[in-house]
């Protein structure tokens, strides 16, 4: 498959950090990447950088040889619906789907569209906005590794990227994909304490992202694991020991464990 033409579905969240990812680093020359919303203004942005707006979905299939899947799982059976027809009449191999759907499986993508064409599920999170993102992606097994490496590519514009199997990237989400919300809720309550003892809420923001970029670059290179920085931070009888009472007491890691297998289990029902 030689692709010169990259379509994106769905223009969101999402689709922005990677399409924003792609400019940034001339990856892909914007004329090379089409677009579809079903509100057209929601593409003006990328417009003005040169990318091209397609004004139907069939516009858009009918150019472009990857194709990216970004919208919400709840409007995958609609737009796959129209999809199928737009794509019938081209090779199997012709055309590469991306999808980046919670929960929606290979399965689901190949009973819509074909059991043997190209398909690779992707799990980016919100900070790929930065260029810091974290993606894991998995391919069905007839994607070559020329195709999955140029998809590895596109999304490390973005950040980090990481392959897991199908099997895994369900349970990913709780790791990578949806856990900057649990890291901006923790941020959330330690700047509500701050604030509530009388600090400044910005110096306390400062000082607790600080404290998360070098708490993960310990993690990343001290080559200790995480329990062993834990005590490291744990003085007996201390502090933190205090802290780590409380948590413990109100069943902190069951609630987060719990929390994990709630996003897990949501992702299963989102299936089609
Ligand atoms: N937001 C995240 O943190 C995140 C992380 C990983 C994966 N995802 C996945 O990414 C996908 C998109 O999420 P998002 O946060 O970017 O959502 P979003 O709502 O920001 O973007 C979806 C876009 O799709 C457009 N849209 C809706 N129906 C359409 C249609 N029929 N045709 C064309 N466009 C249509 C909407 O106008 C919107 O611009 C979801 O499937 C989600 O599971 C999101």
């Not at 998809?151 to 990237?169: H, K, M, N, T």
Request: aromatic share 8%; glycine share 8%.
């Amino acid at each position: 498959m030689k692709n010169s033409n990259f379509g994106f579905i769905g223009i969101g969240n999402m689709a922005s950090a990677i399409i924003g990812g792609i400019l940034s680093t001339n990856f892909i020359k914007p004329e090379n990447i089409y677009m579809y919303n079903h509100h057209p203004e929601k593409m003006q942005h990328f417009v003005d950088a040169g990318c091209i707006p397609c004004t139907s979905l069939g516009e858009l299939a009918e150019t472009c040889s990857t194709i990216f899947l970004c919208i919400k799982p709840q409007v995958f059976p609609d737009v796959l619906l129209k999809l199928q027809p737009l794509v019938a009449n081209k090779k199997a191999n012709d055309v590469l789907f991306v999808s980046i759907a919670a929960g929606i499986t290979f399965q689901n993508l190949q009973s819509a569209l074909g059991a043997d064409r190209l398909y690779v599920r992707a799990m980016p999170n919100t900070p790929l906005l930065l260029g810091k993102g974290a993606t894991s992606l998995s391919r069905t097994s007839n994607v070559s590794s020329d195709d999955f490496k140029q998809i590895c590519d596109i999304f490390s514009c973005c950040g980090l990227v990481r392959e897991v199997p199908e099997e895994q990237i369900n349970a990913v989400i709780a790791v990578s994909g949806s856990s900057p919300a649990y890291l901006y809720l923790l941020a959330k309550l330690a700047c509500d304490y701050a604030e509530q003892r009388g600090m400044d809420r910005k110096t306390a923001l400062d000082l607790f992202c600080q404290t998360m970029t070098g708490s993960a670059e310990m993690l990343l290179n001290s080559g200790k694991d995480p329990q062993t920085l834990i005590d490291m931070v744990t003085s007996k009888g201390g502090t933190t020991f205090a802290l780590l009472g409380v948590l413990r007491e109100h069943g902190f890691d069951e609630t987060m464990l719990a929390s994990f297998a709630a996003c897990e289990q949501r992702a299963k029902e989102l299936s089609m």
